[in-house]
C-alpha cells in the first residue's frame, strides 16, 4: 500500500498533476454547492463545450490553449447573462444556444484547419499533459474563487435561493448572476487539464449532490463538497495513474463511487429508522382498533426538519 502511494510522488508529472487537481478538485467541489443548489447541472455541461470550441479557434490562430478557452468561456458567460435577460427566455435556453454554437464553432474549425490538438487528452483529462502553465492558471482561478467566496457568499447564496427577495434587500442580483457565471467559466477552464472537457459538468455536480445528502447547512454542505472534491481528485490520479486510463474519468467515477455509497447507506439509514419508530408506536396501538387511523391516533409525524432546498423566486 505505501508503494502504491509513494511511487508515483517519484515522477515530476504526477506531482504537478496531484497540485493541480487538488485546486481543481477543491474548486469543483466548492462551485457545486451552488451549482446543485440553483439546479444548474447544465451551465457547467455547457460552458464545458464552449472550451472545445475556444480552443480549436485559439489554436488555428496560433494561439495558446488557454487564450482561446478564456476567451470562450468568458464570451459565453457573457452572451448567457444578455440572452437571458431577454424576455421569455430564462438561463437553460441561453446556455443551450450559446454554448452549443460556440462548440459547433469549434467541431467546423477542427475538421477545416488542420491543428496538432490532441482531441482525447482535452476531452477526458491527461495526466501527463499538467505542466507548470496549468498549475499557474489552476492557482490563479483558486485564489480568485476564495476572494469571491469570502467577499460574497452571503448575497450568492441569497440570490440562490429567492432572487426576488434578494433584490428587495438590495442585493444587486444581476451582478451575482454574472460573478457565479465568470466564476463558473473561470473553474472550467482551469479544470480542462486534469479533467477534460466532457467530463467538467459531472465534477462540478457530484460533490455538491453528494453533500447535500449529508448536510443540513450551507455553510456544512460547501465545506463538505470542496472535501469531497478534493478526495475525489486524489483518489482519481492515484488510479489513473495505476491503472494507465485518463484522469477525468478516475475522478468522475471515484465521485461516483462515493455518491453511491452515500445514497446507500441514508437510504438503509432512513428504513431502519422508520421501522424503529414504527416498533416503538406498536405497543401503545394494541387493542385500539382504528387507533392509527383516527384523529390524534398512532404516532405523530415527525417532518424531515430543517432541509435545504434549490428552489429560486423568478
Do not use: C
Amino acid at each position: 500500500m505505501t508503494e502504491w502511494v509513494a511511487l508515483p510522488l517519484e515522477y515530476a508529472f504526477f506531482t504537478r498533476a496531484l497540485l493541480a487537481g487538488v485546486l481543481v478538485g477543491a474548486m469543483s467541489g466548492a462551485l457545486s454547492t451552488f451549482v446543485v443548489l440553483r439546479r444548474m447541472s447544465y451551465i457547467g455541461h455547457g460552458l464545458a463545450h464552449s472550451v472545445l470550441g475556444g480552443v480549436a479557434v485559439g489554436l488555428a490562430l496560433g494561439l495558446d490553449l488557454y487564450v482561446g478557452a478564456i476567451a470562450a468561456t468568458v464570451l459565453s458567460a457573457l452572451l448567457i447573462d444578455a440572452v437571458a435577460r431577454q424576455r421569455g427566455l430564462h438561463a437553460d435556453a441561453a446556455i443551450g444556444i450559446v454554448t452549443t454554437s460556440i462548440f459547433a464553432i469549434g467541431v467546423a474549425i477542427l475538421a477545416i484547419v488542420p491543428t496538432r490538438l490532441n482531441v482525447e487528452a482535452v476531452l477526458f483529462g491527461n495526466l501527463l499533459g499538467v505542466e507548470r502553465t496549468d498549475l499557474a492558471v489552476a492557482g490563479g482561478v483558486g485564489v480568485a474563487f476564495a476572494v469571491v467566496l469570502l467577499l460574497l457568499f452571503k448575497s450568492l447564496v441569497f440570490t440562490t435561493f429567492d432572487v426576488e427577495v434578494a433584490r428587495v434587500h438590495g442585493v444587486r442580483t444581476g451582478a451575482m448572476e454574472l460573478t457565479f457565471s465568470l466564476i463558473t467559466a473561470a473553474v472550467v477552464v482551469a479544470s480542462v487539464r486534469v479533467l477534460g472537457v466532457l467530463l467538467i459538468a459531472a465534477a462540478v455536480v457530484i460533490p455538491g449532490a453528494t453533500a447535500r445528502l449529508l448536510t443540513r447547512s450551507v455553510g456544512a454542505m460547501l465545506a463538505v463538497s470542496t472535501l469531497l472534491g478534493v478526495v475525489s481528485a486524489v483518489v482519481g490520479l492515484y488510479l489513473s495513474f495505476h491503472l494507465d486510463v485518463p484522469s477525468g474519468p478516475s475522478i468522475v467515477l471515484t465521485g461516483a463511487l462515493v455518491f453511491a455509497v452515500v445514497v446507500g447507506v441514508t437510504a438503509t439509514a432512513a428504513r431502519l429508522g422508520l421501522r424503529a419508530a414504527r416498533q416503538d408506536d406498536a405497543p401503545g396501538d394494541e387493542g385500539v382498533p382504528g387507533a392509527a387511523d383516527g384523529p390524534g391516533g398512532g404516532a405523530t409525524p415527525v417532518g424531515p426538519g430543517r432541509t435545504l432546498t434549490g428552489d429560486r423566486g423568478r
